[in-house]
């Protein structure tokens, strides 16, 4: 196919052999120029209907399990923070009552 010109809206337009050069080599090199290097959809795309995804692979099922690490992990961190912000408080508290002490005393 010898295209003359190529318009777009997201770039400058292509003509001649700068576009056929340019439309070769994405040809030739189709997987590594568009595919990204790692994801879901790479190996079987998802199905979809007039209501939604009817099918998905099995990577992306598993994508579940990796988003209940994270809220795992993410929790865990927030109730450590939470308890050593309270010994933090249970701390301050002890040292004002212990100047409380000594000034009254």
């Known amino acids: 196919m010898k295209l003359e010109i190529a318009a777009n809206n997201h770039r400058n337009g292509m003509k001649g052999s700068e576009l056929n050069s340019a439309l070769l080599n994405l040809t030739r ?19 979809a209907n007039n209501h939604g ?6 990577a992306q099922k598993n994508n579940k399990g990796t988003f209940i690490k994270t809220a795992a992990i993410t929790a865990g961190m927030l109730v ?5 912000k309270q010994r933090q408080l249970n701390k301050q ?10 000034y009254n005393f």
């Open 29 to 47: 090199n189709f997987k590594k120029i568009v595919l990204p290097g790692k994801g879901i959809f790479l190996n079987s795309a998802a199905i």
């Open 53 to 58: 995804m009817v099918y998905k692979s099995e």
């Open 80 to 84: 450590a923070h939470m308890v050593k």
């Open 93 to 102: 508290r002890q040292m004002q009552n212990l100047l409380d002490f000594e």
